[in-house]
């Protein structure tokens, strides 16, 4: 089973700054089968990106993902007061789907 | 537009069972598969297993199997899961998530299950 590695584990960023977040997977994750979920409190999940680097539609362009292999990032590029949240990255590469264990995004 | 309605909280106690409802609309159901997701309180998200809506047929991830069964109503658009043997542990907030290339890309809203004695 793939499992995933998020860093850090809280992001302590202030609105406007680029926050970068970090996914790493203990095997290679082929096709780039990749994705990016968003979590507000109280809220269900939304799909950011997958494919690694696709938008989800209606996604602003602010977020952009990358990466391949073992190796992926989410980018914000400038933070907006909505963007303080949990992402979580999964991996969909084989028939499972596991999910990493969060980043928080929080307001400094 | 995808909508992913999903049944109400449940309370039940230990070694009882539970059927959650996923209702479905805006998309031909049968085009794309189910995914199930769960999330103990103050946890992280937990990739459950899918059902395929065109076959019936389900793959559960490591941890979900035995007590846990997914299943269909193609006829009114719904998928369901069954949590059997309610431990403890269970209590958590339940989503379906339509699978699209694989990924969840429209999640319902939750169902918290609380199993407590």
């Known amino acids: 089973e793939i499992v995933l590695t998020q860093s850090p584990d809280t992001l302590s960023l202030s609105p406007g700054e680029r926050a970068t977040l970090s996914c790493r997977a203990s095997?290679?994750?082929?096709?780039?089968?990749l994705a990016w979920y968003q979590q507000k409190p109280g809220q269900a999940p939304r799909l950011l990106i997958y494919?690694?680097?696709t938008r989800a539609t209606g996604i602003p362009d602010r977020f952009s993902g990358s990466g391949s292999g073992t190796d992926f990032t989410l980018t914000i590029g400038r933070l907006e007061p909505e963007d303080f949240a949990v992402y979580y990255c999964?991996?969909?590469?084989?028939?499972?789907?596991?999910f990493g264990q969060g980043t928080k995004v929080e307001i400094k | 537009q995808v909508q992913l309605v999903q049944s109400g909280s449940e309370l039940r106690k230990p070694g009882a069972s539970v059927k959650i409802s996923c209702k479905a609309s805006?998309?031909?159901?049968?085009?794309?598969?189910m995914n199930w997701v769960r999330q103990a309180p103050g946890q992280g998200l937990e990739w459950m297993g899918w059902?395929?809506?065109?076959?019936?047929?389900?793959t559960y991830a490591q941890g979900f199997t035995g007590r846990f069964v997914f299943s269909l109503d193609t006829s009114v658009n719904t998928a369901y899961l069954q949590i059997s043997s309610l431990k403890a542990e269970d209590t958590a907030v339940y989503y379906c998530?339509?699978?699209?290339?694989?990924?969840?890309?429209?999640w319902g809203q939750g169902t918290l299950v609380t199993v407590s004695s």
């Open positions: 998530a339509r699978r699209v290339l694989s990924v969840c890309d429209s």
């Open positions: 805006g998309y031909t159901f049968t085009n794309s598969g």
């Open positions: 059902i395929n809506t065109n076959t019936g047929n389900p």
């Open positions: 095997q290679s994750v082929s096709s780039s089968y």
């Open positions: 494919g690694a680097s």
């Open positions: 999964q991996q969909y590469d084989t028939s499972t789907g596991t």
